[in-house]
C-alpha cells in the first residue's frame, strides 16, 4: 500500500468510528504467545496446509542447513590427511677425496674357511670404527648369532675373532668407504671383481656369502658366464645358491685343502633395507649354515655348475 499524509477527510472519519474495548482485548489474546511445548502429532493430524510433505520439506531445508554448518566447522577444525612421507633420494656419485678422511678396513681371512662374507664396500660407521658391518641399525651380527652361524652374539669390534672361533671371514668387494653404495660408480665396482676373485683363490673358503644381491649381480656379469649351462638356460643373479662355482686345479680332493668354492646371495642386512623383513633375513642365514654342512659332508652335487678357475700363477 502506498504511503500517504493523513488528509483533512480522514481526520474526521477517525473521529467518528467507536471501539469495543473488551472486544479489541479478546481479539488480540487470539495471538498471543503460549510459551507451553506443542504437542507432536501423528501423520494423520496435520491439515492440508501443514501436510507431512511440506513439513518434511521444512524440516529437511533445516537440516541440510545444520549439515552443512557441521561440515564447514568440521572441515575447518580436522587437520585433513597427513601428507605423504618423501621417499630419501640415494646420493650420487661422491669422489674419493670426499671420504679421503675415512681408513680402508682390513679383510678379516684365513685359509679354507666355511664362509667367507663379502659386503659391497665399508660403510661410513664401520670405517670410523675400523670394523666391519659397525653400525648399529645393522642386522649382520644378530643373523649371524640367530642362525647359528656363531655360538654367540659377537660385536663388530670382535669381527678379528670370526676365522679362528667360527672359521668365519669378511672382505669387501670395494675397499673404499662411502656413506652409501650409491656413491660407488658402476665402473669401480666391476673394477673391484678381478681382485675379489683372487682372494677367493688365494684363501679358498667353501663358500663365499655376498651381502646384498647387488653384489652377485657385479660379480656375474663380470664373469660374462654363458647363457646355458649344460642345457640349462642362466638366469639373473637371485638370493641363495648361485650357478657357478670356483674350481682348484692343484686340489688332490683331499680335505686339507679345499677343491670348489660356492657362492651364495643374500639380501643386505643393512637396517634401511626393510625388505625382506628381518626374520627372513636369519631364516637365510640359517640356510646358508645348513648349506655349508651339506658340503663339509659332501652331500651337495655341483657337477651341474659352471666352473670358473683361476691359475696361481695370475695373483
Known amino acids: 500500500m502506498m504511503n500517504h499524509s493523513p488528509t483533512e477527510s480522514d481526520e474526521d472519519e477517525s473521529a467518528t468510528v467507536t471501539v469495543d474495548a473488551a472486544g479489541f482485548q479478546a481479539s488480540i489474546a487470539s495471538f498471543a504467545f503460549n510459551p507451553s511445548p506443542r504437542r507432536s502429532r501423528d501423520a494423520g493430524e496435520y491439515s492440508e496446509a501443514e501436510s507431512p510433505k511440506k513439513r518434511l520439506r521444512i524440516d529437511e531445508g533445516i537440516d541440510q542447513t545444520t549439515i552443512v554448518t557441521r561440515l564447514t566447522r568440521s572441515t575447518a577444525s580436522s587437520p585433513g590427511p597427513s601428507p605423504k612421507k618423501k621417499k630419501k633420494r640415494a646420493r650420487g656419485y661422491a669422489t674419493p677425496e670426499t671420504y679421503a678422511h675415512l681408513r680402508e678396513l682390513q679383510d678379516i681371512l684365513s685359509e679354507g674357511l666355511d664362509v667367507v662374507f663379502c659386503g659391497i664396500n665399508p660403510g661410513q660407521k664401520s670405517a670410523e670404527i675400523g670394523h666391519h658391518f659397525g653400525h648399529p641399525t645393522n642386522h649382520f651380527w644378530g643373523c649371524l648369532h640367530e642362525s647359528g652361524l656363531t655360538l654367540e652374539r659377537l660385536s663388530p669390534e670382535e669381527d678379528h675373532t670370526m676365522p679362528e672361533r667360527f672359521s668365519l671371514g669378511l672382505t669387501n668387494l670395494v675397499d673404499r668407504a662411502t656413506a652409501e653404495q650409491s656413491e660407488l660408480s658402476a665402473e669401480e665396482q ?81 637396517g634401511r633395507v626393510v625388505t625382506p623383513q628381518r626374520a627372513k633375513k636369519v631364516e637365510m642365514f640359517a640356510n646358508l649354515k645348513l648349506l655349508v654342512e651339506q658340503v663339509k659332508q659332501n652331500n651337495l652335487t655341483t657337477d651341474h655348475m659352471h666352473a670358473v678357475a683361476i691359475a696361481d700363477a695370475a695373483l
Open 190 to 270: 666391476a673394477a673391484g671383481v678381478p681382485a675379489f676373485l683372487s682372494k677367493v683363490a688365494r684363501y679358498r673358503p667353501r663358500v663365499v656369502c655376498f651381502i646384498g644381491l647387488g653384489i652377485a649381480k657385479v660379480v656375474h656379469t663380470q664373469l660374462r658366464l654363458p647363457k646355458e649351462i649344460k642345457g640349462v638356460k642362466v638366469e639373473k643373479p637371485k638370493e641363495g645358491l648361485q650357478v657357478y662355482k670356483m674350481v682348484y686345479s692343484d686340489a688332490d680332493g683331499s680335505e686339507a685343502r679345499i677343491s670348489e668354492t660356492l657362492f651364495y646371495a643374500i639380501p643386505s642386512t643393512s
